[in-house]
């Protein structure tokens, strides 16, 4: 079998764990094709020759093409199908039926439902995956982004303070919720998702501090922490995330 792994840069923790993995086990096959911030190639889909679907917002520094025939299945990895991408609309846009709603625009349930559901029906993660599963009939599989660490939560500096803000004003649920029920619609579509190891996750909704890649105790000016890095994982996290997807696609592969 050979996997393609189309994402962001949370496939920093997955990578070199499958490939030092794969150094020593030549069935675990994949290809890479990772979205670079200084990328310059826009991520193309082929089936053989033929160019099926291409993303100018979607850049890669290299493997931007991926042939939809060379792979046995695909995992999209990320993308900002994620809590952070909804947490981050709390400031401006919220439901009339959520409890911190001072300072923002109050929407409607149906008004609040249809936002959010644009936000993620738009995101990098569900473009790619419909495009992929529009001109293949192999098995895709969505990895969740992983939950935001936890010591986000008392952090105002950086404008990182709306985390602390959804938590303080009882908000989080409500978020989750949403978000619970748009994983769910990837489900009900035929994706199958490959949920963040539950032992890594914190309360409410948060990951665990030590499986990120900033260290608190680190605080120098140039540290991950000090910059506010809440959202990239260690190798920890990409050894029990690897292990799950080698679990999950045996079931997936009928295997």
């Known amino acids: 079998m050979k996997l393609c792994f ?3 840069s949370h496939l920093g923790h997955i990578m070199p764990v499958w490939k030092a993995k794969a150094a020593t086990n030549p069935t675990m096959q994949a290809g890479f094709h990772i979205e670079r911030t200084y990328g ?13 679907a291409e993303f100018p917002d979607i850049t890669c520094a290299y493997s931007a093409d991926v042939d939809l025939n060379s792979y046995d299945a695909f995992i999209v990895f990320g993308m900002h199908y994620s809590l952070t991408a909804l947490a981050k609309t709390h400031a401006k846009y919220r439901s009339a039926e959520n409890k911190g709603n001072n300072g923002a625009y109050l929407l409607s349930k149906p008004a609040y439902s249809a936002m959010t559901d644009e ?6 993660a569900k473009r790619v995956i419909d495009a992929v599963r529009k001109n293949s009939n192999l ?8 939950m935001p660490l936890e010591w986000i939560i008392g952090r105002q500096d950086r404008n990182l303070g709306f ?3 959804i938590v303080d004003s ?7 919720d949403t978000y619970g029920v748009m994983l769910n619609r990837l489900e009900d579509e035929g994706v199958r998702v ?6 890594t996750l914190a309360e409410p909704g948060f990951t665990k501090s030590h499986y990120g890649m900033a260290d608190v105790e680190d605080q120098t000016p140039e540290s991950p922490y000090t910059k506010g890095d809440y959202f990239h994982m260690n190798s920890h996290y990409g050894e029990l995330v690897t292990q799950d997807i080698l679990n999950e696609l045996k079931i997936g592969m009928g295997e």
């Open 119 to 124: 936000l993620f029906q738009f995101s990098k």
């Open 170 to 176: 009882d908000d989080i649920d409500q978020l989750l």
């Open 194 to 199: 490959l949920r963040q190891p539950p032992q």
């Open 139 to 146: 098995p895709v599989f969505y990895a969740q982004q992983p």
């Open 6 to 8: 189309i994402g962001d």
């Open 40 to 52: 310059t190639l826009p991520l193309t889909l082929q089936s053989g020759s033929t160019k099926v």
């Open 163 to 165: 985390f602390k803000s």
